[in-house]
């Protein structure tokens, strides 16, 4: 009588607990940071985007000094006044400067999105960066071409009576500054939710009468626990019956052949 010719164990492809081969990014425990390379390139693309959106401050500057309404002044030779005092071009330049910093915001984080889907931080931190020094930048040449911050000197160039335009200025410098960086965050966090790579769902497998769950066994492999270990031992009982009673019958309880 010999030992039971039982094959060795085969692992199951398929199974969700077998081990990543060597090479997998998943083999040591863990997604496999990225290498020096890679962050380098990551660095490169956030700096370019930085800089793109910065020198995109300029024709949002050119913008605002073109579309915001101008603020009406007069002099009378002893003091400098709105012509019209309950108007609202000091509000509206501010307004403009908004809106048109949330529409750069939208453009930019789209356009971002679509030429590299899959984000980093490094990319979104530079998308926050040129947005900031790009309003910055249109603050300052809006400023710088519009009507000249001397007001006294442009009154007296003007004449007494005369309209001439106030310089045009930001008075709430935070929001407006800001407002493109933010919106940019914002567009660009919703695309990456909606539109972005996923990761793959873990596989799982239920095995049994859906008492329990786990990875595939082998043959012979181990010992099923559960309501199904009653229902192996008296499978093996009936089948190490049967043998004998038959007088050394090939099978046993496992499936596998018996050579007697």
Do not use: C, N
């Not at 007069?74 to 330049?93: F, M, P, R």
């Not at 071409?145 to 009154?155: E, I, N, Q, R």
């Not at 965050?185 to 539109?195: K, R």
């Amino acid at each position: 009588m010999t030992a039971p010719l039982t094959p060795p164990h085969q692992p199951d492809p398929h199974d969700p607990w077998q081990a990543p081969p060597s090479g997998s990014r998943l083999a040591s425990g863990g997604l496999v940071p990225p290498t020096a390379a890679e962050r380098r390139a990551e660095l490169v693309r956030a700096a370019v985007t930085a800089l793109l959106l910065t020198a995109a401050g300029l024709l949002l500057g050119l913008l605002w000094l073109w579309l915001a309404p101008r603020v009406p002044l007069v002099s009378d030779d002893t003091a400098v006044y709105l012509k019209d005092s309950e108007g609202e071009e000091a509000i509206g330049a501010d307004g403009t400067f908004v809106l048109l910093a949330l529409a750069f915001g939208l453009v930019s984080a789209v356009a971002v999105f679509l030429l590299r889907r899959r984000g980093g931080i490094p990319l979104v931190v530079g998308l926050a960066l040129g947005g900031l020094l790009g309003s910055l930048l249109a603050w300052g040449v809006g400023t710088w071409l519009g009507p000249t911050s001397d007001v006294v000197a442009h009154a007296k160039e003007a004449g007494k009576g005369v309209t001439f335009d106030a310089p045009l200025e930001l008075h709430a410098v935070g929001a407006a500054v800001l407002a493109w960086p933010i919106a940019a965050m914002i567009v660009h966090l919703l695309l990456t939710w909606v539109f972005g790579p996923r990761d793959p769902e873990p596989e799982w497998e239920f095995w049994g009468s859906g008492q329990a769950f786990g990875p595939a066994r082998a043959p012979g492999a181990g010992v099923v626990d559960g309501p199904s270990a009653s229902v192996d031992s008296g499978a093996g009982a009936e089948g190490d019956s049967g043998a004998g009673a038959d007088g050394g019958a090939s099978g046993t309880a496992d499936g596998w052949p018996r050579r007697s």
